[in-house]
């Protein structure tokens, strides 16, 4: 298992792979909200959390429908799928080694991000730690439907449109859990925990489904 | 198509496509009948019925909008209870079921979300507010949609059937999910002031035409479903009839 | 060891591809699989595998050195695609299918360096795989059926797309697998150049296809 977490990551250093690409896109779309909305400071510090949030969402699904679609394509699903190991399993270690290679950057660029939406510090450690602990559920999740799009050419809008209602409610609590850090009555602890509860579910149902989807479309 | 050997004995006969065919040849005209008979008593007794003192005429587009939104959680459940059936019993026919019911459903959230606009405007003043139940039925819609594009993307019925089964019951155990979620999200940015539709009680003056309707729109359902299913099955026929003429010709050549 | 398969069938989509096949290999024996194109060879292995689900009957191994549940997990599957990345080196490749495979009781994978020597290549374990050739991306495929022990390895065209030398070279590695008491199966247009194998002829089924619907 630990040789499967290293080769993805390998593969998704090496070129080709998603590594670089989503944080960019996050970046990206980060950046053109500005001239969207107009550059007013106070407007930017106001709704940083949640452009950071739906950036980090978008960027999280893209490459996603690769995660099982590159195997396939070279034969290697086979041989996955053929092993003693559980496949729940197999995905699992494959959504985490996804994770690392494409989430884990979008929350390390996210504190820079939060600079130049003039957030201030309180505003980004909460958001650098919700995405911290939310865009695993979103990978999780999105592994159900890119194990369910695996056998389509042109799968990956599909996937992202099957996944993303789906992914809503990881981003209520995630903006919740920011603004509720920053604005003083509401109690940051309660829509923190329900992320992380909704982030322990997704691993378990979407590996799940995901296996499920492969068995059923190896012909 | 009389031999005795259609009879229908066991529910689990109903697997056969061609019993089902026979089943829904004698039923469907009495559904569809009881369904236009209960849309008659239903549509009287709503436009007979008192105008609420608060809403006025507006008042009747519940007698539509309840039936519609009710519906479009009932036919989730259907299309789950159909998903379970392919992927535990590998049923034919509950690929068929669930296949069917998924543009009904469509149907009828789309039918729930234009009424309630409808109501909304002169209600809240505007057509759409971000309500946690509006919303909810909103993504309800989304996935429906995202169901039937998986189901066209794929062209081996069977896969396809497979394929939405796992997404249909994963939608099933997330609704809820989503649902706590969005009413969460609604009350802590919600405005206090908006009318719900839940009062405390209901006037039985409105309560029996509402659940006459109701029936109403679940004897369309099982109608359209019934159908549905009845020409899912022929265009499946029709297609291994085109396999088979393709393979004949390919044999005589 | 033996594989025993009993009336096995199989559908792709709404189509039966054959029905009612049986057959029995003990360990030390290799059966070859032939017929024309859409017979259903293919599709037969996958079924073997565990790749595809068989519409009617059972594959068991009897008498293998741990329990399995599925043939699968005892056996190599050598399919039409290589199973490697491109982007990754020939090394890194069969070290990651070493480690992830693990050895079935009973035997013991040869490592990288071995394998790669073994099929002919020594000397370019370093390069990624995508500069090699097709012919030398095949052997490379083959040098993973041994870097982990299978007692059953399941075979599909395994020397399309090869020269005669490397042919040869294959017919050798599947001698040695059964001198150890395995047991191939390979479909194959090709002569494999191996002595005394028993064949199983597939004709397609060309019946009417029985459908649901």
Redesign the interface.
Known sequence: MIALLARDLKLSMRAGGGALIGVLFFMTVVAVIPFGVGPDLNLLARIGPAILWIGALLASLLGLDRLFQAEREDGSLDLLLMQETPLVLTVFVKCLAHWLATGLPLVIASPLLGLFMNMDEVAIGATTLTLLVGTPAITF?GA??A???V??PR?GL?VS??V???A??VL??GV?AV?AAIQDP?PFLP?FL?LVA?NL?FAV?GPV?AA??LR??S? | MSEPSLAIRKFSDLAN?TRFLALVAIVWPWLAGLTVCLFAVGLYLSFASVDDYQQGQTVRIMYVHVPAAWLSMMCYTVMALSALGT?VWRH?LADVSAKAAAPLGAGFTLVALITGSLWGKPMWGTWWVWDARLTSVF?LF??Y??LI??NR??D?P??AA???A??I???F??IP??K???E??NT?HQPASVIRMDGPTIDPAFLWPLLIMAFAFTMLFFTLHVLAMRNE?LR??I??LR??AARSAG?AA | MRLVAEGLSARR???LIFRDISFEIAGGEALLVKGANGSGKSTLLRVLAGLLAAEAGTVRLLAATQPVERLGEAAHYLGHRNAMKRELTVEENLTFWKAFFGDFAGGAGVCVDEAVDTVGLGGIAHLPFGYLSAGQQRRMAMAKLLVAWRPVWILDEPTAALDVAAERMFAGLVTAHLSRGGIAIAATHQPLGLEGLRELRMTGF?G?AE???
């Open positions: 999740i159900a439907g194990g369910i799009a056998a389509l799968g599909l449109i099957l993303l209602p789906l809503i409610p209520i609590f919740s603004y509401a829509p329900i909704l579910f149902i489904a499920a989807a059923l479309s012909d | 496509p992927l034919p993504v989304l996935m949609l995202g594009a998986l993307a794929m081996d069977t896969r497979k394929a939405s796992i997404l019951l994963v939608g155990v997330n999910i989503i706590f979620s969005v969460w999200w802590l099955i499946r026929r297609a291994v396999r088979h044999e | 989509g709404e189509d060309t009417a459908t649901v619907w």
